[in-house]
């Protein structure tokens, strides 16, 4: 089977992290949050194995979210699209009778992390997919986390505060704030970093029937 260079996760991990500095001049809760998550990235965790070709069925939408970036990202996505389907894109919560094609349109592909290829028990970093179409109900977790949008627009709501970041913007959810995102036409990729004293306790849903979406 074949693989990916070691090489090419360093760049795109070191590639994600220098986007991330974009962000330290904001002087704000967001450059403090990407000041911490750099510092917990260092040094870098061992590579854990290979990366194996990764089949995850929300992984079909790659290829209209590389279609919807924008310059500030271009970079940014065209060192992703060479590995992408190598990424441990996975979708981890429990099935809901409700929304019984979610996992179809959602998924998650953490680099470093509790179980991640990097193994670390400090800080998680990955990526975020999220279909056409799709709402990404709302949930909550101990960790703090942050997105940089890489492609695609969506509307982000956290409690009852909603927006519409382009790609190259920063979101930010403290911990345990409950948060859900919802795409239209065309999908989202996002990284996303965990920080905080708990960052092994994964995402849970709080509404047991969010309302419709993309199947």
């Not at 089977?1 to 809760?29: Q, T």
């Not at 990955?126 to 977790?141: D, E, K, W």
Request: charged residues 15%; hydrophobic residues 40%.
């Amino acid at each position: 089977m074949a693989s990916i260079p070691f090489s090419a996760w360093l760049s795109l991990i070191g590639l994600m992290e220098a986007h991330f500095r974009r962000g330290l001049a904001g002087r704000d809760a967001v450059s403090e949050e990407i000041a911490r998550v750099l510092a917990l990235l260092e040094p870098l965790p061992p590579l854990s194995g290979p990366f194996p070709r990764n089949r995850q069925p929300a992984t079909r939408h790659l290829e209209a979210a590389f279609q919807a970036g924008s310059a500030a990202t271009a970079d940014l996505l065209a060192t992703i699209r060479p590995v992408a389907s190598h990424l441990p894109w996975r979708y981890s919560y429990t099935k809901r009778k409700d929304a019984p094609g979610i996992g179809r349109n959602i998924a998650f592909a953490e680099l470093v992390g509790p179980k991640a290829p990097f193994q670390s028990d400090r800080v998680c970093l990955g990526l975020t997919l999220i279909g056409p179409g799709t709402l990404y109900p709302a949930h909550a977790h101990p960790a703090v986390e942050l997105y940089y949008v890489v492609a695609g627009m969506a509307e982000w709501t956290a409690g009852e505060n909603a927006q519409r970041p382009a790609p190259g913007a920063f979101v930010l959810h403290p911990s345990q704030v409950v948060h859900s995102m919802r795409t239209d036409a065309e999908p989202l990729l996002a990284v996303y970093s965990w920080s905080g004293d708990d960052v092994k306790t994964l995402s849970a849903y709080t509404s047991p029937n969010p309302s419709p979406f993309h199947e």
